[in-house]
């Protein structure tokens, strides 16, 4: 039987988080990648407010498949002004390849009808690859860095990159208008509630990033490189403080500057998923946060 979408509401919340990792843990298996462990109760909880979240501040972007009265998969979309981003897109294992994607991606796009600027972090998820690039959007190939930074590496930092708070998030709207043409309103509050902020702003230039607690840059945006430097070069100072691996998720030719420290922080450097762009190129000062783009 196939798949009918509808609106997401947060009665889906448990089913469509099931299947976010049950999809996520299958692919990492056929990529013959080491599975993520088991969710704790608390990434668990961290995986349904992103849901939440969303379906709190974007209603109309939320979507759900169902087989049978059944959630198997859901999108979740953002509008912010006129940009849309794809913040997740997955399917249950058990019933991929039978075109339940295809119908909650188009359901989503509908949602951005109006934007001019559209992203999308992809899986490494053949099916993923082709939805987005047979909808309209431009494929840019990524890499990833992760480990922990090489302590001889890391510079003296100036004075530039203070810490940051909720109360710094119209300065990083500011920015956001600047580095990616949109505001991130309410999932700056959220991720500024969530986990460290770093902050730049001084005569040469604004930028803000989050890093997650387990060592994840979560999302940076300056308004030049040397800007996104100094944030990115702070990210890996406070992994290696707290002796934690450092994550650089989502890095394309765009953002040479942070591949480059990548390498001199002598991380490992790997293929990732691509992103996919329409309307526009990528930013180059910006690292996206694949679940507020
Ligand atoms: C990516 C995902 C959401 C797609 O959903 P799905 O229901 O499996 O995909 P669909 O059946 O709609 O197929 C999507 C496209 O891939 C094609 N396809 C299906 N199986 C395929 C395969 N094994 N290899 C290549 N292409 C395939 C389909 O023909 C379709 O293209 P078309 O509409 O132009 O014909 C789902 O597979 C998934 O959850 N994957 C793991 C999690 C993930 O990577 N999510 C994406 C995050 S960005």
């Known amino acids: 039987m196939s798949a009918t979408v509808r609106p997401m509401t947060h009665d ?9 990792v049950s999809a996520f843990d299958d692919l990492d298996r056929r990529r013959h990648e080491t599975p993520m462990p088991t969710p704790t109760d608390a990434i668990w909880e961290r995986i349904r407010l992103r849901h939440h979240h969303l379906i709190d501040t974007d209603p109309g972007g939320s ?7 059944n959630v198997i998969g ?3 979309a953002l509008k912010r002004e006129t940009y849309w981003g794809l913040s997740l897109l997955v399917v249950d294992p058990t019933v991929q390849s039978s075109g339940a994607g295809r119908k909650l991606l188009d359901a989503s796009l509908t949602y951005g009808e109006g934007c001019d600027r559209w992203i999308i972090l992809s899986s490494s998820d053949e099916r993923a690859i082709r939805l987005y690039a047979t909808s309209g959007f431009e494929l840019y190939p990524q890499v990833y ?5 090489d302590p001889k ?3 003296a930092l100036r004075n530039r990159v203070r810490d940051g708070s909720v109360d710094d998030t119209a300065l ?5 208008r600047i580095v990616r043409g949109a505001p991130r309103g309410p ?3 959220r991720m500024a509630t969530d986990m460290p902020l770093f902050i730049a702003d001084d005569v040469d230039g604004k930028g803000y990033a989050y890093i997650r607690q387990d060592g994840e840059v979560y999302c940076l945006g300056a308004t030049n490189e040397a800007t996104a430097t100094a944030l990115l070069w702070r990210c890996f100072a406070y992994a290696h403080e707290a002796d934690r691996p450092v994550g650089v998720i989502d890095m394309n030719a765009e953002q040479q500057w942070a591949i480059s420290m990548a390498f001199q922080a002598r991380l490992k450097v790997q293929p990732a998923g691509p992103v996919f762009w329409r309307g526009t190129t990528p930013p180059k000062a910006f690292l996206p946060s694949g679940a507020y783009l």
């Open 153 to 155: 590496a890391l510079p």
């Open 63 to 69: 979507w759900v498949a169902e087989i049978d009265g």
């Open 145 to 149: 860095g992760t480990g922990k930074p």
């Open 74 to 76: 859901c999108a979740l």
């Open 187 to 189: 999932d700056h509050v």
């Open 172 to 176: 990083a709207d500011d920015v956001d």
């Open 12 to 20: 889906d919340v448990v089913a469509a988080s099931q299947a976010q």
